[in-house]
């Protein structure tokens, strides 16, 4: 079984100021962590994910995550915030591929990023 | 690549009626699809998992009979809303999965359901 916590469902930050969303999972196989981003009334699109190789990833729009094994985190930055980065984040945790078909994903509460001018 | 739809992409109906919602990958084929919900200002929950040609996988909780799924074919599965009440109004996410190593999930743009 896997479980995604993430610290804060509401995060402000001035236009410019580094963005840090926090998410820490636990999961008794390797597991595959993504964020998502959701604006109002629209689905989920895809900001990185981490399956295997180099720890820390890039995304979209300039946001990164490291995944730290030791931490079970996976926390989320971008070093300057942009009016459009405000939206809700997901953070989502599934077990590494097993030998029979797909599992689906495992959601964090969110965090809503406001961005002040 | 990778596109996922949904329709409608917003419904309003009375309380008592069914309403069948479509999610469509568009330029792939997907032999599994997930079904979330997703209440104001709360995290997505995984209803059901749909694998195409067979009966969906229920989580704990949701009634089957209440929320039909249908996956005839690796393109399309639908959500039918069957007797909606208002606290069924939700906000109704699918996901396809492509047959990669990753598990990666592409989600359409989801259906609000407003039952009256």
């Known amino acids: 079984a896997q479980s995604v916590t993430q610290l804060g469902s509401h995060v402000s930050v001035s236009e410019g100021a580094l963005v840090l969303l926090r998410c820490n999972y636990s999961?008794?196989?390797?597991?595959?962590l993504f964020w998502y981003v959701q604006y109002p009334n629209q689905g989920l699109q895809l900001l990185l994910k981490y399956t295997t190789g180099a720890t820390l990833v890039k995304g979209i729009n300039g946001f990164e995550a490291e995944f730290k094994k030791s931490e079970t985190s996976f926390h989320l930055t971008k070093p300057s915030a942009h009016m459009s980065d405000a939206a809700e984040y997901f953070c989502a945790v599934t077990p590494e591929r097993l030998a029979t078909g797909r599992r689906a994903l495992t959601f964090g509460s969110g965090t809503r990023l406001q961005v002040q001018p | 690549g990778a596109v996922v739809s949904q329709h409608p992409s917003w419904v309003i109906c009375k309380s008592g009626t069914s309403v069948k919602i479509e999610c469509r990958s568009l330029?792939?084929?997907?032999?599994?699809m997930f079904w979330y919900r997703q209440f104001p200002k709360q995290s997505l929950m995984l209803m059901a998992t749909?694998?195409?040609?067979?009966?969906?996988?229920?989580e704990q909780g949701v009634e089957k009979d209440k929320f039909l799924i249908n996956h005839a074919s690796l393109t399309l599965s639908t959500l039918t809303v069957t007797s909606a009440h208002p606290e069924d109004s939700s906000f109704y996410i699918c996901?396809?999965?492509?047959?990669?190593?990753?598990?990666?999930?592409?989600f359409g743009p989801g259906t609000r359901l407003t039952v009256l």
């Open positions: 330029d792939f084929q997907a032999t599994t």
């Open positions: 999961s008794s196989v390797p597991p595959y």
């Open positions: 749909s694998n195409e040609g067979s009966k969906a996988t229920y």
């Open positions: 996901s396809a999965s492509v047959a990669s190593s990753y598990n990666e999930q592409f």
